[in-house]
């Protein structure tokens, strides 16, 4: 093969001597490493390898017939790597493939076709890009219904199923009826879900927390064992970065994703981009990306969300493994390495690991370092407390690391939720598999924008109402497979965050109104043990939870923030706005996008995160 | 560091945690249990010779006003510190139940003692010599017969101090959690809490500075995690009484068992001063750890000294009594903050042939004075 390319010019002696001593080191193709070393391009290697093979070599998305071929769909294309494009003029279907046509693999298609195919060689990305244009809205239908035609139950396509509905009425028939009876006994036994809701929430997040903080001394990965990783033991990861409407920072993404510690010819990253987007595209390709940058175009039509775009993406997937990242994330550049470690010395069971997700923006303003506050307390504490009991972990949105079995077993994500990532975590659990979580932080972005904070909340907080009314549809099935450990920390966390949220200004209006009013005035609402639970949820759930949060900055060693942690209350107050808004969409516009506009901050990631993330 | 390999095959912090020994659950129970029953029987003994706890007595009329699921909360400054009231409720007043209940968070705060002496490596003969100042002679017992919110305000004590040390040296804020909700529960506890809790926040810093932390961001985000969970408890009470009570203060106006400065500031002092150089000369085991630190590594006794300073100024304010207390922190100081770190055959040997003497003196001390510690150790003891 490399005599072949240094006979036909493509490459030079010396430049095959040295691939070939990197292909010895790694166990990979020589081509594969002449294109990560950018001495050869796709296009000319699967020419050279056409010739080598005596195939035609066709650039398949400039043919425009398209042969019709019956059993032959999107699913069976993408699997088995071949796709029929049009017939000769003898009639024999013309058959495009991207790998050496094997016996095995004639016989194959042949079968499938039930007729004697006649095969041509197409480059992996053409083909790639042809099977878009050709089953472009097959691939849509897949990507957008998948998860609901496959499993009703698991997608949030619908709100609520009939029976929650009648439940819902029920409830507020009875409600409305005990209003009428008895207004007293009603609001007092509102302030008791209340007081008890956040009492739950809040303490099963320090519960968690204290648990979490117990794992910091243990080390997750060994630095021995990562080091000692060879290259040619490397499986192929794939990266998805779905991105829209992100042409002021698209071009970033090469350099902060260029920094991966992984060999770039086992490395497939496809930048996801909408269809209409156009702006986001050009950028993106004026940027040059390397070889293994690849993008994929996402079918426009409903719902036009993040986990439609991902799960196109999980179509073309090639890699063992596979992550999420956004556009402009800098993870730690040995974090595939620690994710790879981390499946190979779990089991199968194994579906997802989870980086930690932290902020390079963090001093930029007050909303930035609460926000950096908050993912310091989550990520460090509260997942891995929930991985210590072995519990539902919601995934973060960026940095979750897939077994991409496992994950096309699941069904990859509902694009009807929009919060689709927490969704799968939780999901996962509920068919019996695992998250867990691995000692590598990805920098971010924070919010600078109040307006922009609510909106990105509002859909976070309405993805977890959705998660939970979903996997509450059938709480049997979910105690009987997950465990009743596993079900309740789910409804802690997932469903009582929402609910702390909520129950967060009518707290503040009771501490307000103690100031200005006699115990006596109020004491015909929070009588007895009531008042109890209110004072209790005031003076301790609201402490121990800036507690945490001042933890988690002292931890990341961020000392500035950690009287910030003080600030918490009035953070949360924004929170109660964005979960009142999510309430509401949730009953209007269910499957709406709230979309974060990225790329707002002044700050250079480069200059603010750890110099081991420099890269 | 730990190393086990994998995030997902089980992993075990509580394998790994320093203050685990022994590390065999059932061990470390049995261990507790073995150092809380000699407190049970001496508890019994004590009921049995007819002696009056006053403390005890004190604390279960303190409980006795808290009203479960009241509405009007009139009482609540009254009731400060409100976790040990509410104990005492719990208990029913009974002063021997406080006494039991003693015996157990002495199970668990000696086997924690213990397991300090076994992490800093001083062998079993001078870990057992240490320990056994506490558990043989007079004061401990009588504190946990006698005064359950001063014993568990000592146990506290432990905790947080056992936690800011590997808080700040280690940077494990697993520790700076408990080191700071243990303040946070002492000062709910015992009255005199809160003191110790600024102390160990004026301590802090210099601990951080030892472990290569400096700079008053760190300095300030040390004291702000240690002092959070007390500040915010004291807050929180004094806005409840506040809202509730005519009085808010009144129950911290009360918080002393003799009143504030007993005997006037000039007269408290001296006699803080003079107990405290007792304690000091009954506590051979500080006394040669700090001048074998004084000698070696001056800048390592800030530290105790301020821990000392705050012990003088608990004792100056009335917040402490005499009655064994000082002589027990000082020793739980010197496990905690003094002990040598892997100590040579020769310092061992040092370490058991100290606390022998501090056991012999703190027999005689009891015996042969006429204090209240001694009159109930006779009044046990049956002499």
């Known amino acids: ?615 | 560091m730990a190393s086990p390999a994998s995030p997902l095959p089980r992993t075990s912090p509580r394998r790994y945690a320093a203050d685990t020994w022994p590390t065999a659950p059932a061990a470390r129970w049995g261990l507790r249990i073995a150092l809380a029953l000699p407190f049970v029987a001496v508890a019994l003994l004590s009921r049995a010779a007819g002696w009056v706890p006053a403390a005890d007595e004190a604390l279960a009329d303190r409980g006795a006003l808290v009203q479960w699921g009241d509405s009007g909360l009139s009482w609540i400054a009254q009731v400060f510190p409100p976790l040990s009231a509410a104990v005492a409720a719990l208990l029913g007043g009974s002063t021997l139940a406080m006494s039991l209940l003693a015996a157990v968070v002495l199970g668990f705060t000696l086997q924690r003692l213990t397991a300090v002496l076994v992490r800093e490596g001083l062998g079993p003969w001078a870990t057992a010599a240490v320990i056994g100042t506490l558990v043989l002679t007079p004061p401990l017992y009588y504190l946990a017969a006698n005064d359950l919110v001063s014993l568990l305000g000592i146990a506290l004590l432990v905790l947080a101090l056992d936690g800011i040390a590997a808080f700040v040296e280690q940077r494990s804020t697993e520790a700076g959690f408990r080191a700071g909700l243990a303040l946070g529960v002492a000062v709910m506890l015992d009255p005199g809490a809160w003191l110790y809790a600024l102390t160990l926040a004026a301590v802090a810093p210099f601990f951080a500075r030892r472990a290569g932390r400096s700079g008053w961001r760190a300095n300030e985000a040390t004291v702000a995690v240690l002092l959070f969970p007390a500040v915010a408890a004291v807050a929180f009470w004094l806005y409840a009484s506040w809202w509730f009570s005519a009085d808010p203060l009144g129950g911290l106006e009360a918080a002393t068992p003799a009143g504030w400065l007993p005997g006037g500031a000039g007269a408290s002092a001296a006699a803080a001063l003079r107990q405290i150089a007792l304690a000091l000369l009954a506590a051979p085991l500080v006394l040669v750890a700090s001048t074998v630190r004084a000698v070696r590594d001056p800048w390592s006794l800030i530290a105790p000294g301020i821990a000392l300073v705050g012990l003088y100024l608990s004792l100056w304010l009335g917040l402490r009594e005499a009655a064994g207390q000082t002589w027990i922190v000082l020793t739980a100081l010197y496990v905690l903050l003094l002990a040598p770190r892997d100590p040579g055959p020769r310092r061992r040997a040092a370490i058991v042939v100290a606390a022998v003497a501090q056991l012999a003196i703190g027999w005689l001390v009891v015996l042969t004075s006429g204090g209240t510690l001694g009159v109930w150790a006779r009044a046990v003891l049956g002499g």
């Not at chain 1, 207004?183 to 099963?204: D, E, I, K, Q």
């Not at chain 1, 040059?288 to 997937?317: D, M």
């Open chain 1, 1 to 615: 093969m490399g005599d072949h390319l240094v006979d036909r010019g493509l490459v030079s002696k010396a430049t095959l001597d040295a691939a070939e001593r990197v292909a010895a080191d790694s166990g990979a193709y020589i081509g594969q490493v002449l294109i990560a070393l950018g001495a050869l391009d796709s296009a000319s290697l699967t020419r050279a390898l056409a010739d080598l093979w005596g195939l035609p070599y066709v650039v398949p998305t400039r043919i425009t017939e398209a042969l019709d071929a019956p059993g032959v769909d999107v699913g069976r294309v993408l699997g088995e790597q071949w796709l029929p494009l049009e017939r000769r003029g003898d009639g024999t279907p013309v058959v495009a493939v991207v790998d050496e046509p094997t016996p095995p693999r004639r016989a194959a298609i042949a079968a499938a076709l039930g007729e004697e195919p006649f095969l041509v060689l197409a480059d992996r990305w053409d083909f790639q890009q042809a099977v878009l244009d050709r089953y472009g809205s097959d691939l849509r239908e897949r990507a957008s219904l998948g998860l609901w035609g496959r499993s009703p139950s698991q997608s949030a396509r619908t709100v609520l199923v009939p029976w929650q509905r009648v439940a819902l009425v029920v409830a507020l028939v009875l409600v409305v009826l005990a209003a009428v009876a008895d207004l007293r006994a009603v609001v007092v036994t509102f302030s008791v879900v209340v007081g008890l809701a956040f009492l739950v929430g809040t303490g099963f997040k320090f519960w968690a927390s204290l648990r979490g903080a117990r794992m910091e001394h243990v080390t997750r990965t060994d630095a021995a064992a990562l080091a000692a990783l060879p290259d040619q033991e490397l499986p192929r990861y794939t990266v998805l970065v779905p991105v829209y409407k992100e042409a002021n920072i698209v071009a970033n993404l090469i350099g902060n994703l260029g920094a991966l510690d992984y060999p770039a010819h086992l490395l497939e990253v496809l930048i996801l981009v909408e269809e209409d987007d156009t702006e986001t595209r050009a950028a993106a390709e004026a940027a040059h990306p390397p070889a293994h940058f690849r993008f994929i175009t996402v079918p426009a039509g409903a719902p036009q969300t993040k986990p439609k775009a991902c799960n196109v993406g999980l179509e073309f997937a090639t890699g063992e493994y596979l992550v999420i990242y956004d556009a402009e994330d800098k993870p730690e550049p040995d974090q595939l390495k620690k994710a790879v470690l981390a499946f190979r010395q779990a089991g199968e069971d194994l579906v997802c690991v989870q980086a930690a997700l932290n902020y390079f923006n963090a001093d930029e303003n007050p909303l930035t370092r609460m926000f950096t506050l908050e993912y310091s307390f989550w990520f460090d504490y509260m997942l891995p407390g929930l991985e210590y009991g072995r519990l539902a972990i919601p995934l973060g949105g960026t940095s979750n690391h897939f077994r991409v079995s496992g994950l096309r077993r699941l069904g990859g994500w509902d694009p009807y939720n929009v919060t689709e990532d927490a969704d799968l975590g939780i999901r996962a659990s509920a068919e019996g598999l695992r998250v867990g979580v691995i000692d590598s932080t990805t920098y971010e972005e924070a919010n600078t924008s109040y307006p922009n904070f609510v909106r990105q909340r509002s859909r976070w907080i309405k993805g977890y109402m959705q998660t939970t009314l979903v996997h509450l549809r059938q709480p049997f099935r979910l105690v009987r497979v997950a465990g009743l450990r596993q079900t309740l920390s789910f409804l802690f966390l997932v469903g009582g965050t929402p609910a702390t949220f909520l129950a967060v200004p009518l707290l503040y209006a009771v501490f307000l109104a103690s100031l200005l009013l006699d115990p006596q005035q109020l004491s015909f609402l929070f009588p007895g043990w009531v008042l109890w639970l209110s004072l209790f949820n005031l003076g301790v759930g609201s402490a121990l939870m800036i507690y945490v949060s001042m933890m988690g900055a002292f931890k990341r060693r961020r000392y500035g923030l950690v009287l910030w942690g003080l600030a918490n209350p009035a953070y949360w107050l924004l929170h109660s706005v964005a979960a009142y808004k999510a309430l509401w969409q949730l009953v209007t516009k269910p499957h709406y996008w709230e979309k974060t506009a990225h790329g707002l901050t002044g700050v250079s990631a480069a200059a603010h995160v750890p110099p081991t993330v420099r890269g």
